[in-house]
């Protein structure tokens, strides 16, 4: 049974352990990284983010963060255990953090991510992301790709 659920202090571990593995798959931890991965309430929460879990039979198994920039946020974060790919819990994380953008009546809603995490990419622009050209810097070393949820 799959649920997707906010966070709780208790699984602030499981989002940093998620998104590590994550990146330390593909890429490395950079700094922006651990600030916000060693901090979520500080840099997510308490400006008016949210943090959501899908949660696989009681375990913690994907994550997904909504982080204020602003007006707007940006669909960080985002990442699934190894074990429980293939199970559309990113799908299920994908529309349940859009529903919170709308919810929250944010301006716009954009992403950062690499053009070598294909399946990634590929979920973005079925949910209703397309690419545009990237407004400033990013915030990661990482990052070719900038995409705006058009829905």
Known sequence: MVEIIPFEPRYREDFKRLNVAWLEKFFRVEPIDEEVLSNPEAHILDPGGRILFARVDGEIAGTCA?????????????????????????????????????????????????????????????????????????????????MVYRG
């Open 66 to 146: 909504l982080m204020p920039d602003g007006d707007r946020f940006e669909l960080t974060k985002m990442a699934v255990d190894e074990r429980f790919q293939g199970l559309g819990l990113g799908r299920k994380l994908m529309e349940a953090v859009i529903a919170e953008f709308r919810r929250l009546g944010g301006r716009e809603l954009f992403l950062e991510s690499n053009s070598a995490l294909k399946p990634a990419i590929t979920l973005y622009e079925t949910s209703g992301f397309q690419h545009t050209p990237r407004p400033g810097a990013s915030h990661y070393e990482r990052a070719d790709v900038y």
